[in-house]
């Protein structure tokens, strides 16, 4: 145990910022994974509400159809905030998120990492699975490519203001009901966008529109979100 | 060493109407040990977490090399180790997987020691079991390996030998002294009556406020 002591003023090894991203994403992946419940639940809820639906209103396919885009875009919407407490609530409870406090690597990347790992897990099967869904509720084929890309496009979104969200509820014991009243009203814009893109795509509209604003919600929640988020963890640590 | 590493001015804190601390003052110097003494309540943990920059709750400062530590927080991190109440360990990752990620955190600690470190707080041969199926003290141990494999200058211990055996504390104690003589410092809180060799300096948060 005799190694001699890092000097402060001597240049200090630093992680790439790469090997960081992947470290981080690395382990959140990891953690998801060996905890399979948490991943299949959001995935069972939104097949719950496609399936529900027609029981609930109507079988009736010409009907169904028009209901499709908006049903499949809300389903994927509450999934995606379903999970979203979970995302620093073990790291809040062990005590990990405190040590990610302390790193002195920039924030902002880490939590940047969490989220896309996050949305792997949630937002990219939601995306996966909406086309059968569509089926399920007569969506037209023609629908299909619009509700990919329109759900590939706007869930990170969804998830990246959702971890604003759970970022500021973590430290209090019941943040659940707080995220959705926090969130919501941010959700909204891109839950009409969204079913807007696919439901031109169904009518043979253009699509480029609705796309170009989802990218730019994505495109400024990436640039600003992580730094709500890292300011909102050192709020609720701090408490 | 001249300049103090670590300066604290006028520390005051209050927390739900009642004040833990008041006109606090204190330094560590390069090769001091300080044991933060208190009862229960006393707000030892409160202090840790103001001295590592968890918490913000606070009035006054506190220097890092002279400079605000709120300005030098970058380099503050850098040199520091902190051992929290919860020992910060995933209860789904193995060991391995832990300190892998720690290193990947903590610049200052060095990868490549992760599986001497381990044998150190006597894990080896549990290195890839997946932490929940470890009992409490070796989930502590887990953090404690940290130690063994970073070149933090500053080490900030809070209950370090809480659920572990006597051996343990012994050779964790020894760790501690050891860093202070190769040009560290530690400040710790611990219910435990430190037998260690060099010096030791107290600060008793109960006596603190009786003065006030």
Same mark, same amino acid.
């Given at each position: ?50 399936? #529900? ?20 875009w +809300? ?24 040590? %990610?406090? #302390?790193?002195?690597? @920039?924030?902002?990347?880490? +939590? ?11 937002g990219? @099967? ?11 509720l ?8 619009? #509700? ?28 659940? +009901? ?10 909204? @814009?891109? #839950? ?5 893109? +696919?439901?031109?795509?169904? %009518? ?13 919600m994505?495109a400024l929640?990436?640039?600003?979100a992580?730094?709500a ?11 | 060493?001249?300049? /103090?590493l670590?300066?604290v001015?006028?520390?005051? $804190? ?17 090769g ?19 001295? $590592? ?33 919860? /020992? ?12 892998? &990620?720690?290193?990947?955190?903590? /610049? ?6 992760v599986? &001497? ?6 894990? *080896? ?5 997946? $932490? ?7 989930? *502590? *141990? ?12 500053? &080490?900030?211990?809070?209950? /370090? ?47 603190? *406020?009786?003065?006030?």
């Open positions: 145990m005799n190694q001699p002591l890092s000097n402060p003023d001597m240049p200090v090894k630093q992680t790439g910022m790469a090997v960081l991203f992947c470290a981080v994403m690395k382990r959140d992946l990891m953690l998801a994974f060996r905890r399979r419940s948490d991943l299949l639940n959001p995935l069972i809820f939104f097949l719950m509400v496609a399936s #529900l639906f027609p029981l609930g209103i109507s079988p009736e396919p010409t009907f169904l159809e028009q209901l499709a885009p908006g049903v499949v +809300v389903g994927a919407l509450l999934a995606t905030l379903l999970s979203m407490d979970s995302l620093f609530r073990s790291d809040f409870d062990d005590g990990t998120l405190e040590q %990610t406090l #302390l790193s002195p690597q @920039p924030l902002f990347l880490v +939590v940047l990492a969490k989220v896309i790992a996050h949305w792997a897990m949630t990219l @099967p939601l995306t996966l699975m909406a086309p059968l869904l569509g089926l399920m007569f969506l037209p084929t023609e629908g299909m490519g619009g #509700l990919m890309l329109s759900l590939l496009i706007g869930t990170p979104t969804l998830s990246l203001i959702g971890a604003i969200g759970a970022a500021l509820t973590v430290g209090l014991r019941k943040g659940g +009901v707080l995220i959705s009243l926090l969130v919501l009203p941010l959700y909204i @814009p891109v #839950l009409i966008f969204g079913a807007g893109a +696919v439901q031109a795509a169904v %009518t043979g509209l253009p699509l480029g529109g609705y796309l170009a604003l989802l990218g730019a994505l929640g990436i640039a600003l992580p730094l988020i890292a300011a909102a963890l050192r709020i609720s640590v701090s408490g | 060493m001249s300049e /103090p670590l300066e001015r006028q520390l005051l $804190c209050e927390r739900d109407d009642r004040v833990l601390f008041e006109n606090l003052d204190f330094s560590l110097n390069v001091e040990v300080l044991q933060i003494e208190g009862t229960n309540g006393s707000g030892k943990t409160t202090l840790l977490r103001i001295l $590592c920059g968890l918490t913000s709750h606070y009035e006054g400062d506190i220097f890092w090399h002279g400079e605000l530590r709120t300005q030098a927080r970058e380099a503050f991190n850098r040199s520091l180790l902190y051992f929290g109440h919860q /020992p910060g360990v995933k209860a789904v990752l193995t060991p391995l997987e832990n300190l892998h &990620w720690y290193s990947a955190m903590h /610049p200052s600690m060095d990868a490549s020691r599986l &001497w470190a381990l044998e150190q707080v006597g894990l *080896r041969g549990y290195e890839d079991v997946p $932490c929940h199926m470890l009992s409490a003290g070796q989930n *502590r *141990r887990v953090s404690l390996a940290r130690l063994y494999m970073n070149d933090a200058i500053l &080490w900030i211990l809070d209950e /370090p030998f809480t659920a572990i055996d006597k051996q343990g504390v012994a050779q964790q104690e020894a760790l501690i002294a050891q860093h202070a003589i190769n040009g560290g410092a530690v400040i710790l809180t611990t219910h435990h009556e430190l037998t260690m060799p060099g010096p030791l300096r107290r600060l008793n948060l109960d006596q603190v *406020r009786e003065t006030l």
